[in-house]
């Protein structure tokens, strides 16, 4: 499965991207040569900030290029079946995030034996967690975008419902949240503390920074395999035709303009909780029938672009 | 020989493609003409393997070449928007062909690159677009390939690289057997080149015919009449187009049961005349039109 062609090709389709986030990664032992304050303890912390920066840009770019250019066309006309076009992206993304990192690691490790300074504020154990983290929150970043870019018809698209995603549980929970205060003393009777807790946990984005619970590793791992196996299962049955709109698959406009309206009209009803119960159940209507008619328009401009 | 059997696309509760099925001689040329939005550029992504028909096959040499990304070895496809890597030059372009495909010929690339003499180190996005044609002809000609598809290959081109273009399919057909099937608006150029060729219009194959076949089987004639146009002739399904000055009557027939028709009538006048492959096009489609 694996193609020399096809890594040289993502090579130099994606070299740029990957030169600029690896040049970012130097931040790191370049910030521990000149002593840059704070950076020890950023180190220790485990900071993914630009690890999750590179995941993200990868696994938005790995299709998202192609589909923006059109080049997809002419990536499918030559000899290569879908099945190896998407195993040699995996592999280069993938291995390009653990290779950029393992790089990066080992600048920090050569810095750290060369300076006795170093080595008393800070353990080689913190740079091993160090770049563990790094390539755990990388891989499943890049893992989560791509899973929006098998599903949306172009970059931007794959970015907002990446964006949506990450937040969702939580943002939802906020939402709903928001709207109960007007009406929580007669209708529910619901620790809203605890369920925006397991929102807050079971949001993406908690998973990716949550580099201090060691244990939750192997499950952010196993999610992250999980991902790339159903966004190959979606890449084989992906229509090229569709590229351009907001989803490849017609399937699910109907889910988006439900999630939508529903988070549209608790949107609307939130902001209108000042007004009272009235006003918030008028603006919670506006705002779903808005969200589905916005959605719809949305989706209809898409398609004519195409 | 290639087979296109049954295939069939829609999109967005539109049948773009209906239950296309066509057969094309190994080494001839293939022209495919119709209207904008009858399905060309649909098929040939079809053919290509590009898009997911909902139904049907492609058969290159009897090998599903649907089904085996391999057998694509063989095929060549230059497109009217040519969709190579904008951010690549031409020196990676070509390295991409030559690690890609086991039958590049690299002295056949040297004299291409020679007679068409482009800035090979100037990024794909900024050249124009008769450079961008030219490149795609450049890398896919050192192929070889068995089957070469071309969608619009000449438009927007000016006529000397055209001329050039033109020439070069027609060679590639003569020293290596290609099969190529050509999608093109410009009749008068197809006609120079093709051997056979298929009217698709609304996704459905209207005519599908080698030229040499359609020349005797559709036909020009100038007639006139003491009493006008007997009305068997004027309304009989096998006339294709009429047009009428004075006396006087221009009809495309494809029936050669009208041109008895037209004898027993005794016309005043009776002349047959040349018809070319655009008046063919031309009056088929308006049949079919008005057929709808």
Known sequence: MINKTLLWKEWNSNRSILLFLAGILFIYPISLIVGMPGIVNRLQDGETLYAVAMGITLGLTILGQERKYNTMDFLLSLPFGRKRIFTNKMLFAMGGIIFVNLVSYLCLLAIWFGNSDIQSVLSINSLHTFLYLQIVAGLFSFAFCLLFSTLAGSLVAAGIFTIIFSIFPAGFVALVMSNAITFSSNFFQINWGTVLDWGTKLSPVDAIMSYNIPMRWP????????????????????????????????????????????????LAGAIATMGGSVWQIVFFILGGVGGWLFTAYLIRRSQNQV | ????????????????????????????????????????????????????????????????????????????????????????????????????????????????KKEFNLPEKKKFKHLSKGMKTQTAFLLNLPLHPELLILDEPTSGLDPMVRKKILNLIVDEVASNGTTVIISSHNLLELERICDSFGILSQGKVVLSQRVDNLKEEVQKVQVAFEDGLPAEIGQHPGLLSMEQVGKVYTLVLQDPELLDLINKAKPVLFEKLDISMEEIFMSVMGGYGNDQ
């Not at chain 2, 293939?30 to 209207?35: N, Q």
């Not at chain 2, 992504?45 to 290159?60: C, K, S, T």
């Not at chain 2, 095929?75 to 086991?102: C, D, S, W």
Request: glycine fraction near 6%.
């Open chain 1, 219 to 266: 499950w952010i791992l196993t999610a992250t395999l999980v991902l790339v196996g159903v966004s190959y299962w979606l890449f084989l049955r992906n229509p090229m035709e569709k590229n351009g709109e907001i989803l490849v698959f017609p399937s699910l406009y109907p889910i988006l303009k439900i999630g939508v309206s529903i988070c549209t009209a608790l």
């Open chain 2, 1 to 112: 020989m290639l087979k296109i059997e049954n295939i069939s696309k829609g999109f967005n509760q539109h049948q773009v493609l209906k239950d296309i099925s066509l057969e094309i001689e190994a080494g001839s040329i293939f022209a495919l003409v119709g209207p904008n939005g009858a399905g060309k550029t649909t098929l040939i992504r079809a053919i290509m393997g590009i898009i997911f028909p909902d139904q049907g096959r492609v058969l290159l040499d009897d090998e599903d070449l649907l089904n085996d990304a391999q057998l694509k070895e063989k095929v060549a496809y230059i497109p009217e928007a040519h969709h190579f890597y904008p951010n690549f030059n031409g020196l990676q372009l070509a390295q991409l062909f030559r690690m890609t495909y086991k039958s590049w010929d690299e002295a056949r690339y040297q004299e291409l």
